[in-house]
């Protein structure tokens, strides 16, 4: 919003220095990006916070900089203008009628007939402050509306009377309507926009756009002069949708005073019938929905020293927030019609810390009562990134959206994706379903720059579409790549593989005694055969493996990676919230080894499963694995070694050989194994 303080003055007779002013606007909120010098002024260039419509306007912001400097700001007063013809026209129905159909989306509408205008250039200082707004200045009627738009903050729009029916309809479009709007292009509306009509058609887009065909002209004399109050949500949804963006939405998207609609009426009528020597007629039509009732806001003056520390004196905040124009009414305080952004208590705390210093609030931690409670949850996830940590991992924090070409991949998960309903653009469009894309994206970004030794994960929340629900969960993922050797030495390297990723979450998961199992696993992320399910209690949790090399190109990824996803939440509803344990036995354990030839296609972790549910063995390790000249084709062979153990005895040679016995003959049934 630009600020010319020659325009400034009119409202604050007072000598203002630019670079004071900027310093205290700034201060206050409204950062002054740059003073600009225009026409032989100076313009500030001020960045109007989105709450804050009301400052939209010339009077909004010399209303800020007469509380900062502690001056009452003087207000136009619209009144009989030099050379007024005495001969009013008469009654405005004589002329025009309104017909208000579209009550909740237009709360207030009013519009004023003035003839006899004469269209010609406008006086130089009017075109001279819309040029140092940056507004281009066309002729006195389309120049007069602009003025007042920037003055008070209230767009406006002017038809040319003899081009519209005598009849102004307020209502919503119909499925299939169209309106050529003032920049000749063809709106398709629906039935959540609103629109201005006439018996035959529309002729304006409400508060956004007017209509072509009711196009202000030199030929046009007589005009219908439109001030209202629209929705803001509906201004700023139909706008976004149609793709225009103009001053008018601009402020009606985030609302005007909906008691300066028929002030900003006067105002302009008055210089139409100063600039163009307009004839209006001697009423208007005001057509409401709603009465504004101000808004009352229960506040102690003694709530902001509670809230903010400090001291903050009772008389400097009653006439901090009176400069405002906030009054003290029974049971409350209330505020201007122009401040909709001020609706609890903690608002007027604000505004009385934001206009008397911020630098005044004390750096002091708030007090509490106690601690906040540890729960398990936390006290685990927290655990679990330091595990993660001490094992050469880096955690990484993205953002939770997603283009859906990341997950060209897998068609399942773009089926799954959560459309956003306004991207910030197509790069991020969708909730990501899975973490592994953002951290393959790091990845290869990492690996442009020749850094390929990375260790990264992500503990966040993934969401997916799920019988027409949207869901979410708590996910963990990982990838590596890169190896342990002299990273100097290309042929020393080694890829971080599929069996250096298990052995992460085999680490991980028996810090928190879980009990996993790896199966054999499918998933389009991952290289064929080199892909394991995680198990918990016969409960998939995730997946483990490494990534195809399809993916690899999709990710332009140098060097090979692995990677596993799981759900957190899964997991953390596995984990025991105690352990039993029991003492070491006293007495010794014997071992013995057992060398099997199976199938290659049977895991080793089954028959270690299998081994550890026999009777008394303590404990399995798989030590040896062969595949060669030595053993059949299709066929590999396991070496373990099994820990024997009895319950507070030593086993004699007899019992040992007993059970070592029946645990070969059901390792021969149960896996059709040889024996070495």
Known sequence: MKLPISWLKDFLPIRLDPDLVAERLTGAGFEVEEI???????????????????????????REVGILFKKPIRMPKPGRAPGQRHAPLGKIRQ??????????????????????????????????????????????????????????????????????GRRIIIRSAEAGESLTTLDQKDRSLNPEDLLIADETGGIALAGIMGGLRSEVGDPTRHIALESAFFDPATIRRTARRLGISSESSYRFERRVDPEGVVVALD??????????????????????????????????????????????PRPEVVSCLRRQGISRVRGGWRVPSWRDDLRVEADLVEEVARLTGLDRVPSTFPPIASPPASSAERRLTTELRRLLTDLGFTETVHLSFLSPRDLRY????????????????????????????????????????????????????????????????????AVASGGFLNPRLEDSRRGCDFFEMKGVLDGLLDRFRLQVRFEPGEDPLFHPGQTA???????????????????LDLFDLKRPVSAFFLSWEKMLAQIH???????????????????????????????????????LVRDVL???????????KGKKSLAFSLSLGGDGKTLTEEEINGVYSRIVDSVRREFHADIR
């Open 95 to 164: 002329y025009l009628q309104v017909d208000l159909r579209a009550k909740r989306l237009c709360p207030r509408y009013a519009v004023r007939v003035i003839r006899d205008l004469r269209i010609a250039p406008s006086p130089p200082w009017l075109a001279r402050r819309l040029e140092q707004c940056g507004v281009r200045s066309l002729n006195n009627i389309v120049d007069v509306t602009n003025y007042v738009s920037l003055e008070q903050g209230q767009p406006m729009h002017p038809f040319d009377l003899e081009k519209i």
């Open 533 to 551: 399910r995680v198990e918990i209690n016969r409960e998939t949790v995730g997946l483990v493996g490494t990534i195809h090399p399809s993916v």
């Open 36 to 62: 600009l010098e225009i026409e032989g002024d100076k313009v500030l260039e001020v960045a109007v916070m989105p709450n804050r419509g009301d400052c939209l306007s010339i009077i909004g912001l010399a």
């Open 622 to 632: 798989i030590f040896d694995l062969y595949q060669g000249d030595q053993i059949s």
């Open 577 to 615: 919230k105690s352990w039993l344990f029991k003492s070491y036995s006293k007495v010794p354990q014997v071992q013995r080894d057992l060398a099997v030839v199976i199938e290659e296609n049977v895991p080793a972790g089954r028959i270690r499963d299998f081994l550890e549910g026999q009777e």
């Open 410 to 477: 897998d068609p399942s998960l773009i089926a799954k994706g959560v459309a956003i309903a306004n991207p910030l653009g197509e790069d991020q469009s969708i909730l990501r379903p899975s973490l592994i894309p953002s951290l393959l994206k790091t990845a290869s970004y990492h690996h442009q720059h020749k850094i390929f030794d990375l260790r990264l994960f992500e503990l966040r929340k993934v969401f997916w579409r799920e019988e027409g629900l949207t869901k979410e969960a708590l996910s963990l993922a």
């Open 267 to 312: 105002r302009a009528t008055e210089l139409l019938v100063q600039l163009a020597s307009g004839v209006p007629t001697s009423d208007w039509i005001d057509r409401r929905t709603q009465r504004f009732r101000p808004r009352s806001i229960s506040f102690s003056p003694e709530a902001v020293q509670r809230t903010m520390g400090g001291r903050w």
